[in-house]
């Protein structure tokens, strides 16, 4: 199985923020990488595609970027509701795996 | 607007099989990728399975010898079956539409099963 890491863990931010996570695939992946985000009692949403493809609704303060093995995910200016738990998921070969999240927290 | 429902029992007791069923609404079950991920309690979310072209299967390997995805298309409807569970399997059940080119982008809201005796 292909191994999903994330970091930070968790960060705490402040609204207006700059907001930048990492995700690392234990091969290469090359553009199969989506970011989803999740709220407490919800399920995940879907952000980003492809690495860098901004899922239809999406605001665009979120983008996405890398290939290969590194992937980031930038929050161009923290908003009130983007305070969630964000994961990578590889989807270049199954079993699809997620990497352990990411928390953004209020500072 | 498409949505996805879990329904099924929120207590399995350990041995048994857990059996849980995904509600369609504004999509064909025939069309698309259908899965079933889950969540453990503080945990990563796994991957369990899809099916696809109204029967055909792919299975987590971990799981793959506990795991039965099926489909009634009748009911517009898709289900999970997981075998000899443990305690390790309880977890927030979810079922999606997908893989797809944008990830899974339909989700149903989740469903705690708890495995205990």
């Known amino acids: 199985d292909i191994q999903m890491t994330q970091s930070p863990s968790s960060v705490s931010a402040s609204v207006g923020d700059r907001v930048t996570i990492t995700c690392r695939a234990s091969q290469d992946i090359s553009s199969w990488l989506a970011w989803y985000q999740q709220k407490p009692g919800k399920p995940p949403k879907v952000l980003i595609y492809?690495?860098?493809t901004l899922q239809s609704g999406v605001p665009s303060r979120f983008s996405g970027s890398g290939s290969g093995t590194d992937f980031t995910l930038t929050i161009s200016s923290l908003q009130p509701e983007d305070f969630a738990t964000y994961y990578c998921q590889q989807a270049n070969s199954f079993p699809f795996t997620f990497g352990p999240g990411t928390k953004v927290d209020v500072e | 607007q498409v949505q996805l429902q879990e329904s099924g029992p929120g207590l399995v007791k350990p041995s048994e099989t857990l059996s849980l069923t995904c509600t369609v609404s504004g999509d064909s079950i025939s069309s698309d990728y259908w899965s079933w991920i889950r969540q453990p309690p503080g945990k990563r979310l796994e991957w369990i399975g899809y099916?696809?072209?109204?029967?055909?299967?792919n299975y987590n390997p971990s799981l793959k010898s506990r795991v039965i995805i099926s489909v009634d298309t009748s009911k517009n409807q898709f289900s999970l079956n997981l075998s000899s569970v443990t305690a390790a399997d309880t977890a927030i059940y979810y079922c999606?539409?997908?893989?797809?080119?944008?990830?899974?982008?339909?989700w149903g809201q989740g469903t705690l099963v708890t495995v205990s005796s």
């Open positions: 999606a539409r997908g893989p797809t080119r944008s990830g899974l982008d339909y």
């Open positions: 099916i696809y072209n109204s029967g055909s299967t």
């Open positions: 492809a690495a860098s």
